[in-house]
């Protein structure tokens, strides 16, 4: 669920996915572990959003949805900014092959308007022998969300993304893959 952060009360969490500033000097936060901390600007009315996606985020299709919020607003993929901040690895994100079927299926646009080789398409997915033997596949959420954001026209020199892993730089983030902690990675944008 996305919501406007005019209507989330003060000092009170939303319980959403998505947050969209709709007044002035907004801030938005939003927290993560694992998942993507993924921003939205537009450069030309100051509108901004932010969400917390992963794998269930993508395949409900959360970043079109805010597309589609922004397009409401008037703004052009042009002026549309996104940066994807510390989020998992794909060479620590691993799922099983019927997971990775699951994803696709629901996160793949059938009718990508994008036209990627089959090296870009591979990069999504790694399927090495280690992983072969386990029956296992790493996942790049990364990578999806940035074929996502293509998709809904969002130029590629609009969009930045964090190579920091969660998982990996244990003294700097929290990770429920590896830790199972409960603490989290506060991440903010303001209008």
């Known amino acids: ?15 959403a996915d ?22 939205f600007a537009d450069k030309k009315t100051r509108n901004v959003a932010t969400l917390h996606c992963g794998r269930k985020g993508l ?3 959360i970043i079109k949805n805010l597309v589609k919020i922004f397009d409401n607003l008037g703004t052009s993929r ?4 996104v940066a994807i901040g510390p989020a998992i690895s794909k060479e620590h994100y691993i ?14 646009n059938k009718n990508i308007t994008v036209n990627l080789t089959k090296a870009e398409k591979d990069l999504c997915y ?7 033997e386990q029956n296992l596949i790493q996942l790049d959420l990364k990578r999806s969300a940035y074929r996502q954001l293509l998709n809904e026209n969002i130029p590629c020199k609009n969009i930045d993304i964090s190579n920091l892993c969660t998982y990996k730089l244990k003294n700097k983030f929290n990770s429920w893959r590896r830790s199972k902690t409960f603490s989290r990675q506060w991440n903010f944008i303001c209008s």
């Open 18 to 39: 998505g947050l969209v500033g709709n007044k002035c000097n907004q801030n938005l936060w939003v927290y993560t572990a694992d998942c993507m901390p993924i921003f």
């Open 95 to 108: 799922v099983d092959k019927i997971t990775l079927k699951d994803f696709y299926r629901k996160a793949e």
């Open 126 to 132: 790694s399927d090495s022998n280690h992983f072969k």
């Open 59 to 61: 395949e409900k299709k």
């Open 1 to 15: 669920m996305i919501v406007f952060g005019s209507f989330s009360q003060e000092g009170i969490k939303a319980d």
């Open 78 to 81: 042009d002026n549309l900014l």
